[in-house]
């Protein structure tokens, strides 16, 4: 399985930036996988993307350190506010989301079908005829998803993807991740979102001050989400469940198989002592 | 009204070349000619156009607006301050040649205004950035030059968020002069310094879209030229350099 | 400060956003203020200060008749933070930002440093706003709000691109407003910050409020919240799953029932 891209003690600074944004960091990315890189605001994590992705320093400028490697044929981005990913020139959802395989100078034919296949993922089909700049915050952010699908990338960088979706939508984007890694992409995650973004991670790099701190497993790594916190409070070694069902699972096996009906009565053997204080 | 208006006039519906070439026309026009009356003949061609692209209400109303500060400036330059003769209208006694130079200037101004605001009116991004494609036009040219069509609608959009922010802070729209012009600052920063911001994630999602791939796009829809058109065309460029020589033969003499 | 909305009705040209809202909010009340996109959350908000005026109805602030002000006079009353702060930062640096209002206000400056305390930019203060990332730009929009002092605060989409730490310090300033009588009015997707910061949850569908109910009831009623396309914080879920007592919904209130009981490890 050949590794996409590869980051050998790499460092980058923006231009005319007083510190480096990251220093020393190695990472290797590789296909079907979704990797989430999280850690606090102005740890580097948006940096990170553009660097494995290839567009820093090549568009935003800056100085790179260290060893690259992109093996990646292309890499697509996306970014939290939708509206300013659109091209501006295109008066269908259709002509936006075929931009990309148009650029490529790709057969007429081809394009088509290629912004077809994307609209179909993103379940946006229906509003290949609508004006994008009439779509509400969640349709545009699917249909720019789907414009930078439609290039077939193999490297797919997310960067707080769902922060202008309401719930629904925000699920509903963040459970198709997995399918597009199922293709052969590899799917690059930066978000603050880790409750919606542990259920779908392979893997996680945890980022502080512009270094890679951590690296491993959602559960190995995301040790200060809610669920993580719950599971301490019931005494649960590590390392922690990364979501609800799993918790459940391993505290009070019978509650999550029944679900949330308050009048069953646990039974004896699992769950909370009968004979402890509940509060 | 500023701004792509969609619509299914002639102009619409023509060859994006072609209603440029037109307001082009009219820009250049107004520069070539030099007297009153030749002038505001071709701001009346400027209304037909404007008519044929079934924008006139809106963009006369514009470029009322618009030019009229311009004119009341003129008039009181040219037509009090002019040299004599001297011709009476109405209540006031005017100069003749500064009322004919405020008269051309004022016309000027109507016709390249209401040429321009039906160009960007009738002339959709979208279609001339495909027709640039398919001539095979670098991608990075096509974009300025739709960016540029749009980026007035773009702007006064923000401006109306950014005003309503800043209110919500407190902002006075009333007072002295002094305190008005200080109020622009807090309005005006954030407009650039937020367009700035978002230039630069868009110049990013365009770049990961292949906009920079030196490939020659694929036009999905490339705009239907005719042969007539492009005579149109033609004979635009001929009136003028026909205007521009009319105008230098007579200055000569 | 107590807020009313009475019969409001609201269009936008043809489509009706607002079809008879009727909402009281008490001071020191901090309300959520749930629905989905283009069910009038943002419309309703906008009528608080005087962004907006209804087609019908009354609008009022404590002792203030919102159609007889401009939304500059409401400054002085109500702070509205939006969700984009790029549309309104343009000072030299933080400080000065968050300045502004105050100084539109004619404050004195002192309000300033407690503000940037509070909300972790103290560190950060002497930086242009765009010099930090842009979840730390949103704090600074809250920052030049809470430092003009408003007695009524409506926020839309508080926590949206904020991390967990951030989204903390935003829950403890609005706590801490709410225990000095500030009416607190979120627009919110996040129901883990509707679980901390909100005692009150309103959800508003097709322009009308679909349901006005207390938090700890709302986020309990799975059903209610699956008919409304909505999924319970992880910290409530487990809280009901384990039927604690006292229907904890905030996460240290769940830990504590968690913690007052002997735990039986499933075999894994």
Redo the contacts between chains.
Sequence with gaps: MTTLVTLERVSFGYPGAARPALTEVSLEVRPREVLLVTG???AGT?TLL?VA?G?APR??GGTLGGVRRLAAR????????PW??L?????TVR?EV???????????AA??AAAARALEQLRVAHLADRDPSQL???ELQRV?VA??LA?EPDVLALD?PA??????A??ALYDALPSFAAGGTAVLLAT?D??RAARVATRVIGVADGRVVADGRPAEVLT????A??AR????PPPFPV??SA???????D??RRG?D?SDA?PA?????P????? | MIGYVPGASALHRAHPYTTLAAAAALLMGAFAMTGPLEVWVLVAAAAVFAAVGGVLRASARTALLLSLPVWVLLFVLHGLLGPDPRVAVGPVVLSAPGLARALVLGGRLAAIVLGFLTALAAV???RL?EAMTADGAP?GRA?LL??TL?VLP?MRERAARILEAQQCRGLRLRGSPLSRLKALVPLALPLVLGALA?V????????????A?G???????PPRDSTWQRALRWTLLLFVVAAYAWKFWRLRR | MDVRLAGIRFSYGAVEALRGVDLALAAGEQVALLG???AGKTTLTRLLVALRRPSAGRVTVGDWEVAHRRPDEMARRVGYVFQHADQQLFARSIEEDVAFGPRCLGLRRPRVGPVLEELGLAAVARLHPYD?????RKLVALAGVLAMEPRVLVLDEPT???????RDLVVEALRGRARDGVTVLAVS?D??FVAEAADRVVVMREGRIAEDRPVRELLWD?PALRGL???P???V??S???????RPVR?AE?????????????PE
Excluded: Y
Excluded at chain 1, 269 to 273: F, K, M, Q
């Design positions: 606090p605001a102005g948006s553009l992705t567009f568009v935003v292309r890499c697509g981005v996306v970014f939290a506010r300013t990913q091209t501006g020139l295109c008066s002509d075929a931009f990309g395989p148009a650029s490529l100078g790709l057969p007429r394009v088509l509400s915050g969640g720019v414009a930078a290039l707080d922060a202008e979706l309401d719930p629904e925000a699920d603050p880790l409750q200060g989400t809610d669920v916190l719950l409070a019931a005494d649960c979501d609800v918790l459940l699972g391993r505290i009070a096996p509650a999550s949330h308050p646990p053997g699992s769950g909370p002592d004979g402890a204080t509940a509060r | 959709s991004p979208h950035v991608f974009f739709a960016s749009t773009r978002e630069d994630e868009q110049v990013l999602a365009l770049d990961a879209r292949g906009a791939s490939a020659r796009r694929t036009a999905l829809e | 989905p996109n283009g930090v990332p842009a979840p730390t949206a691109g904020l991390d967990r730490p951030q997707h129901l883990g799975a396309g909505l999924r914080p992880a910290t879920e487990v009901v799953a384990l039927r604690l007592g006292g996460t769940v830990v504590e029932g968690m913690r007052g009981v002997k735990w039986r490890q499933a």
